[in-house]
């Protein structure tokens, strides 16, 4: 069941990278999104095809590969953030040092997740839910400093389009990853989780459309 529920997933953030760019109007911080995007697909894509690859130093490898395209490309959403109050006409993000501050923070985060949790990190095989994948040898015991340090920048910048704007959806997105990722949902399966990454995606993708759509008018 799970092995349909990646393929599934893969299947709809290839949807959500075609449907954004049909309806892109402009290429701007925003679009790292699609960066996010790529990386998911490739590791929903690569967690879905496991079993066909079959346990060994191939699949380790591209396993391996997903950790860092975790590290490298899951902190470009806080760049989105940025380009979203920019989008929204938020005035102090229009500032030259906000813009410094995103990049070096985004930069920060790679840097902390690539020394804290991806190099030197051991593999080790899981077999669940008819799924089988290379896991870390030593998991955390609670989400990386990373995704944590992520989230706050998605929910603050969504805090402030609803206020300044009136757009909620990417507060509701960040709220609805948040706690889906907190809170032990009491199902069998392994992938069940994701559909709120999924959500928090689709949310963001429909908040640039809808701001480039309103910078036109």
Do not use: C
């Not at 393929?7 to 790292?32: D, E, H, P």
């Not at 929204?88 to 229009?94: D, L």
């Not at 949790?117 to 015991?141: C, N």
């Not at 959500?199 to 640039?208: I, Q």
Request: charged fraction near 15%; charge should be neutral; proline fraction near 3%.
């Amino acid at each position: 069941m799970d092995t349909l529920l990646y393929f599934l997933f893969t299947a709809a953030y290839m949807g959500l990278v075609i449907g954004g760019l049909r309806r892109q109007r402009s290429w701007n911080f925003m679009s790292f999104i699609y960066l996010v995007l790529l990386g998911l697909i490739y590791d929903n894509g690569m967690i879905a095809l496991g079993k066909f690859i079959g346990e060994g130093p191939l699949l380790e490898n591209l396993s391996l590969l997903r950790f860092w395209s975790h590290a490298f490309l899951t902190p470009a959403l806080v760049l989105f953030s940025y380009g979203a109050l920019h989008e929204a006409g938020v005035e102090w993000s229009r500032k030259r040092i906000v813009g410094i501050a995103a990049i070096f923070y985004t930069a920060a985060l790679i840097i902390a997740e690539l020394l804290l949790e991806t190099i030197g990190m051991e593999l080790m095989i899981e077999k669940e839910y008819g799924v089988l994948r290379y896991v870390s040898a030593d998991p955390a015991s609670g989400p990386p400093i990373m995704v944590l340090l992520v989230s706050v920048v998605l929910l603050a910048a969504g805090a402030i389009l609803w206020k300044r704007r009136g757009w909620k959806w990417m507060l509701v997105g960040a709220v609805v990853m948040t706690i889906g990722s907190a809170v032990p949902i009491p199902v069998e399966s392994s992938a069940a989780t994701n559909a709120f990454e999924l959500f928090l995606l689709a949310a963001l993708v429909s908040t640039k459309v809808h701001l480039e759509r309103r910078h036109d008018t």
